[in-house]
């Protein structure tokens, strides 16, 4: 833990090329701030004991849930609930600030080829 | 707890006149997402159970240590360790995205005027 500040957009820069993303830039008592760049769609999903926060700084987030969706421009953020099912997607792609406790798994309570079993600092 | 998008910096429209103010925004498990605005020099303090997270929307924070200060930039983010003795200043003032544990007093350790008994959702 340091008091250095971050610049949040150029941490986008250390990120491997490609649609999707996720890298670590701080962390706040048993909490990560994650970097996440995505183009696509991701899958359904849940996190069963936490909620998550999305703060978008580029481009538009479409949070599908399953009875509506919601467009995130940047600028917004938006708080999902726990145990809630959603599906993010971005047909121009999207960059955001992620934040939710250390180790939450990307793809919650599915495993598949897309899990990233540990997100690295970036 | 729901899930619709917040616009961040709209918010800020709702917080009352004056150098200083704070709302709550959102929540996330037992965290909140706070907006405060501040112009000024504020008082030396620190919260000793707890990290403490600024991103800045607008203008440039002067975080004050006692050994160096750091100047945060719109863009810019600084956690503020547990325990760690800081003086938020601003000559201009800034605009920032305050993420700490729900009824964290923003005076830290030290209680006067300026304290808040409780932040109230804007």
Redesign the interface.
Known sequence: ?????????DKFGKLPAGDYAVGVI????D?E?KIVKFKGDFLWHSHPD????F?IMEGTLV?N?RDRK???HA????????G?E?KPSSENGYKA?L???EGVPNTGDVQNEITIAKVEWV
């Open positions: 833990m340091t008091s250095e500040k971050i610049n949040i957009l701080a962390k706040m008592n909490y701030f936490t909620d998550e926060t703060i949070m849930f919601v467009e995130v600028g917004e953020m938006i708080v999902i609930p726990k809630v959603h600030l934040i939710e406790p």
